[in-house]
Structure formats: C-alpha cells, structure tokens
C-alpha cells in the first residue's frame, strides 16, 4: 500500500484510531523526525533524572570534583 493509499484511508478512521495512528507516528519518527534508533536522549540528559540525589557533598562538588578527587587546587 502506497502512501497516498493510506492517507486517503485516514478520513475513514474514527478520532480514536486515529490517535492511535497519530501515537505510532510520533513513536517510529521519535523526536524531530529522526527515526526511532535515534530517538533515546543522550546518556547526559537521562542522568539528569538523578541530579542532586546524592546527600551530604559540598555544594561546589560539580566546580571543584578534581579538588576532592584528586587534591587539585580549588578553582
């Protein structure tokens, strides 16, 4: 089926099915069209979720992590 066969078969669609269609495009074409392989974020952005879990460093730990690490002087 040809792509121009299946536009014209969306009109016959109820709005549930197609919101069903709408939610499959939205998975295969992932963010910005890209394709679904690509659509994970980063490992960057998915680490976010964990931003600011771990109590107890000091509040310029992100700045300063080669000082507590490995003694280098403080920025």
Request: proline content about 4%.
């Amino acid at each position: 089926m040809s792509a121009n066969e299946i536009i014209a078969e969306l009109s016959k669609l109820k709005r549930s099915e197609l919101e069903a269609v709408g939610a499959k495009l939205h998975e295969l074409l992932g963010p910005k069209g890209r394709g679904k392989s690509q659509a994970a974020p980063g490992w960057g952005r998915s680490l976010t979720k964990f931003a600011g879990a771990v109590e107890g460093l000091p509040e310029d730990y992100a700045l300063n992590h080669d000082h507590y690490l490995h003694g280098a002087q403080k920025r």
